[in-house]
């Protein structure tokens, strides 16, 4: 079996020499970051790493292609329309890095709830005092978790991993979603999106990115936002509409975003990379060692079940979609 795995041209998940020349159990792996049509023809399998985008231009040239995994937790790159048509069996990689994007948000809580970014700012510029730093300048309150709602838009494995690390810390949490009409753990609060929208005063975002979601916050949603939330999305950029969020934020009506994840990223349009109440991480947020490992083994041994025809392997690719938030990788 010949295994080709499509590694992004962003970062490199694979390392260099992490799998070439190498025989694994029976097949044949080859690794690249611009697949030849020579490579493609050869493949018998392939493994799609996050910002390769899986449609017609690529499969159209991968003529003996039986399977294909997508090494993240979203299909929204993948055109399932042509993988069906290809009879080609699909999965993604289902939930790696939970307890690493769910920390990594508390972290971002943590520095918006406690300004830090504020701070952080007015003693790089030679100030030392507590008062006059950029919150209460702006007439904004300085509050403790207890009194801090967190509003999470989705509920799924990460949404719950960070509601419990949340409710530990003592905030308010609270969420919405679609498919989940009661919190199935009690550490949330279910409510409408108007009412999570309206109450949170830190809004963080865990859901799919599909066709309908895109851009779901926008001016209308924006003009919901209790007045100086914060926002964070460690989900997919593309949820958020930037020309609105900075609308939101030079009106006033965001107090701070805080963004892992950029609609067309990484060329992240300047006016979001130089705003000063805005702060972005690299994509980052599913990152750790383990977590990395993990994501290329399990992406590398579901493919090799699918192509041995192994009937225990998932193949649905909407195993993830409509149960609950959730897209980091």
Not at 32 to 50: N, P, Y
Not at 66 to 91: Q, W
Request: negative net charge; charged residues 25%; glycine residues 8%.
């Amino acid at each position: 079996m010949n295994v080709l795995m499509i590694d992004s041209q962003r970062v490199n998940y694979v390392e260099h020499g992490e799998f070439d020349d190498r025989m694994d159990e029976g097949c044949e792996i080859k690794v690249t970051c611009s697949a030849t049509d020579a490579q493609l023809a050869w493949a018998d399998g392939i493994v799609a790493f996050h910002s390769v985008v899986v449609d017609e231009a690529l499969i159209g040239r991968a003529p003996r292609c039986r399977a294909l995994v997508k090494a993240t937790t979203g299909v929204d790159e993948v055109d399932m329309a042509v993988l069906e048509r290809r009879a080609i069996r699909f999965s993604s990689i289902g939930q790696v890095g939970v307890e690493e994007v769910a920390e990594h948000c508390i972290a971002l809580a943590l520095l918006a709830q406690r300004r830090l970014l504020d701070y952080f700012r007015h003693t790089r510029q030679g100030g030392w005092c507590w008062r006059e730093h950029g919150a209460e300048a702006r007439g904004r309150i300085l509050k403790p978790c207890s009194e801090t709602v967190l509003g999470l838009l989705g509920y799924g494995a990460i949404g719950r991993a960070v509601a419990r690390r949340a409710a530990a810390l003592g905030y308010r949490v609270k969420f919405h979603d679609p498919m989940i009409a009661h919190c199935p753990d009690g550490a949330a609060q279910s409510c409408s999106f108007e009412g999570l929208l309206a109450q949170a005063d830190i809004l963080s975002l865990h859901l799919p990115l599909t066709p309908g979601n895109r851009h779901l916050l926008n001016d209308s949603s924006f003009a919901l936002i209790k007045p100086g939330a914060v926002l964070i999305n460690t989900s997919r950029g593309a949820l958020i509409d930037n020309a609105s969020l900075l609308r939101a934020l030079d009106g006033g009506r965001l107090e701070q975003a805080l963004l892992d994840v950029v609609e067309q990223e990484p060329d992240v349009p300047q006016s979001l990379r130089e705003h000063e109440r805005l702060a972005m991480t690299p994509h980052a947020a599913f990152y750790s060692q383990r977590s990395l490992a993990t994501l290329k083994s399990r992406a590398l041994q579901t493919l090799l079940a699918m192509l041995r025809d192994d009937s225990t392997v998932v193949d649905d690719p909407w195993r993830q979609q409509g149960r609950g938030g959730d897209r980091h990788v």
